[in-house]
Every structure is written in C-alpha cells, then in structure tokens.
C-alpha cells in the first residue's frame, strides 16, 4: 500500500490540485529540468494507447529519467496467464514508478495494494484518467486565468465519457456552472447531477446545441461521440451530425471562449475550426506533458528547484 | 422474554445463536455469508414465518455456535433488519441488530463484469452506506450495487 500514487480524481482535494498545477506550470517554464536523472520509470501499457503512452514517456525524456515497459499486453508475460499482481511485484523491483494503462476497472488501484512503488494511472477502462483530467484543468486555467466561476459546456457523448465525468468531480471545488448538451441516450448519468446538486452546482440539461449555449460559456468541452455506443446506426447518422462544431457557431462566442477536445477527434469539430484562435485543442495535448512531469515528480517526492525568476 | 412464538423457538436451543427477522429472500444467501452450509452443529432454518412488519421473514437457528461481531455483520448486507440473540442454557443472554460494516470485503462479488476484482484472484472490497438503502460501492471500480442485489460468492 502506497500513498503518493495517483489513481483517480477523486483521490485528491482542491489544495493537491492546485499544487500539480502549479508544478505544470513549472515545467512548461522548464521543459528540460533533470529531476528524473538517476531514475528508472516503467510504462506498463496492458492496452496500447499509443497517444498516452507519448505523452508519458515525452514526460520522463524532458525530466532525464529512463524508461522500461511494454506497450501492449500481447508482448509481456500477461498473455502467458501471468496475474496482474505477479507482473507488478516483478517491475517493482527494477523501477522507481509505474505508469499503467488497463482494460479492466480498478486495475490500477487494485496495483497500488500490491506494491509500494507509486502507480500513476494512465486509465483503467470505463474508469479513470486522472493525468486527462488535470492536464484539462491546466488548459481550462491556463487559458481563463481561474478555474473560479467559469460556465463550462460539455458536449457530445456525456454518458460514456470518463474524461466529462472526472471533470466534473474535480471542478466541484470551483463553483462551475455546467451545460450538458447531447442526445438523450447519451445524458450524464445520474450520479453526476446528484454530485452537482450535493456541491450546489448550477447545471442545465439540453439536447440542442445552439448558440445561446455557446456564447454563455468560457469553454466548450467536445467529445467524441462513437458508433459503437448506439444500438440503433440510424440514430447514430442522425445523432453524429447534431454535435459537431463548425466555425461560422463561435462567431457571436466570449473573446476568450477556448475549445477543448480530449482528442483524437471524428468529425465533432469540422476542420475549419483549427485555425480560429479559440480552438485549443493542439495545445491542450502539449500540456498532457506538463501535467504528467508534474504527476510523476510528484509521487516521487521530488522538490522542485527554486525558480530564480 | 414473553411466551410468544419467538421465545417458544429460541427455548429449544440450550446454547448457541438465534438469528431472526431476515428477509425471506435474503435467508439462504445469509446461511451461506455465515458459512452454515457444513456445518456439523444442529441447524433449524424456517422460512415464509409470517412477520408484522416484514411481511413474511426467515430464521436460522443454529447450536453450540457463536459469532463475532465482525461475522454477523456481514448479514446486514443482505438482511439490515435482522435480529442476532445469543443463548446460554436455554437464556437469551444477548439481543442486538446487525450493523452494516463500513467495508465489506471477500463477501459480494462486484456486478461489473470489467472490473478487475472479477479477473485476478483477490479479495473483492466494497464500501458500505444505508442510508436510505443497503448500496455497496466497489473499491477498485467504483461501480454500485443495492444490498439486496448483491451476488455472495
Ligand atoms: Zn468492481
């Protein structure tokens, strides 16, 4: 049992938050700090994610530090029957940390209780991405200023989407008002709106994506909306087409209105939105590395150099 | 104890434990949470007794056996209105309601076919709230199951 790993958002308070930002926002001023000479970190990606998987390894590169691992279960001893618990303790003796990626629900807690190495989360299925999470709240920060009183609108597949519901739980602290546009099989699911009501959060439910949500919010939070969550595929040609962004709708948008997209994208946002400086989600990827150097630091208890500036 | 039906059941037994008031449909998974299944001890098991305020109720008596605490407990998963007496040549020495405890762990299998309690060999763990009704949450997947759905393995 271990407690500087990082497993899920909702392990983690406002002031926890704050700090790995604050941490993020020092290595964007120093991408190239060796706080990682010396030591040694395993990506056991079980499920291949090459995108996260980058991200990662990018993070410990920049920090000077070495990576050992695999990138797909079929390549490491899993694929012989070996128990997830006998392939931790076996890394655990040659590394400093483990980042792991899962397909199973509570892989990555169920790790941290086996070994005394930290476990970072790099997403266990359905369940938690928390490095997604605090690499949007840099963005949303970054980009507004606060994380304080911001109209947040969340749109697309609400119902599946870990990334929507961690965002949710970890912006309970900042007084957010959200607005939930998607279709109604793919609303946020109960236990979101009662933790909103619990933490007496401002909510609206719609299934129009119009400009009056637009225009009312600070960010627009896409999503990718899949075929695969609909039984019927008529419903997903009608559906797929409702809640993708086109440029011409931001026109009457807040000045400072930025557009998040956990990425990779479909057609949810059309092309000609790149190039409009309130799409942000190229640089919302770039600061997946700042927040992961802040993870990982972190839960291995390295302090941070003394700005000088 | 008054001469009610329910004294005139525990005063069979000399020595051992009475449980009473588990819902009819809880009753067999409660035999099974108390690993009564084996057991060589005298076992009386009376189910569909009728019951003022649970319509109608099961009962496990069982002989020269007692619990911890921490044992029958476990049963308020399923069972949060039943009855444990302790009897002691032929006395009820001891009467109290199960508690549900905060955790409960290796007794529910989670419901969540992806969660990785149901593909490695380990102990599954839930945390435990009643309020209004029995629900378990899954420690690894965080998926919810209400008490009287939970699956015992
Ligand atoms: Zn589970």
């Known amino acids: 049992m271990n407690s500087r790993s990082f497993v899920s958002i909702e392990d983690i308070g406002r002031p926890q938050i704050e700090a790995l930002l604050d941490r993020a926002a020092f290595f ?61 303790k076996m890394v655990a003796n040659y590394a400093d940390l483990i ?72 912006l309970r602290f900042y007084n957010p008002r959200f607005i ?31 400009a009056d949500a637009i225009n009312a919010s600070d960010i627009l939070y896409m999503t990718r909306v899949q075929r695969e969550r609909f039984t019927d595929a ?6 797929k087409n409702l809640y993708t962004l086109r440029n011409d709708m931001l026109a009457e948008s807040k000045p400072t209105l930025r557009v998040l997209h956990p990425l990779p994208r479909i057609n949810e946002i059309a092309l000609d939105v790149d190039d409009n400086p309130k799409a942000y989600y190229f640089e919302q990827a770039r600061n997946g590395v700042y927040a992961r150097q802040a993870i990982i630091t972190s839960a291995l208890n390295i302090e941070l150099p003394h700005d000088e500036h | 104890m008054s001469t009610d039906k329910k004294h005139l059941a525990v005063a069979a037994l000399r020595d051992g434990t009475v449980i009473d008031h588990i819902p009819a449909a809880a009753l067999f998974k409660a035999v099974r949470i108390l690993g009564l299944e084996n057991t060589s001890k005298s076992l009386t098991i009376g189910n569909n007794l009728a019951s003022g305020h649970l319509g109608t109720k099961g009962i496990i008596k069982i002989a020269d056996t007692f619990f911890t605490d921490d044992v029958f407990n476990r049963i308020a998963v399923i069972a949060p209105t039943a009855v444990v007496n302790t009897i002691r040549n032929y006395e009820v020495v001891e009467k ?58």
Request: glycine share 6%.
């Open chain 1, 99 to 170: 980042v792991m990626r899962h397909h199973l629900e509570g892989a990555a807690r169920y790790a941290t209780e086996v070994t005394d190495i930290p476990v970072v989360n790099a997403g266990d299925g359905a369940n938690q991405h928390p490095s997604q999470t605090l690499l949007d709240l840099y963005s949303i920060r970054k980009t507004q200023g606060r994380l304080d009183n911001l109209t947040v609108a969340m749109v697309g597949d609400l119902k599946y989407g870990r990334t929507v519901h961690s965002l949710v739980q970890a």
């Open chain 1, 234 to 239: 008529m419903e997903y040609e009608r559906v």
């Open chain 2, 96 to 153: 109290r309601r199960v508690s549900l405890p905060a955790v409960i762990e290796g007794i529910v299998k989670c419901p969540n076919p992806k969660c990785i309690s149901n593909n490695e060999p380990m102990r599954t763990r839930f945390e435990a709230s009643d309020s209004p009704e029995v629900t378990l949450r899954c420690h690894y997947c965080r998926r919810t199951v209400a008490g009287k759905d939970a699956e015992i393995i």
């Open chain 1, 28 to 88: 964007e001023a120093h991408p190239d700090s060796r706080l990682l000479e010396g030591k040694l970190v395993a990506t056991l990606f079980f499920e291949p994610s090459t995108r996260t998987r980058l991200s990662f390894e990018t993070a410990v590169n920049r920090l000077g530090g070495r990576i050992i691992g695999f990138s797909d279960a079929a390549t490491s001893s899993t694929s012989k029957g070996e128990t997830l618990k006998d392939t931790i």
């Open chain 1, 180 to 210: 939930f546009i998607s279709s109604p099989e793919l609303r946020m699911p109960e236990q979101y709106l009662q933790l909103c009501r619990d933490n007496g959060i401002e909510y609206e439910e719609r299934s129009d994506f119009g």
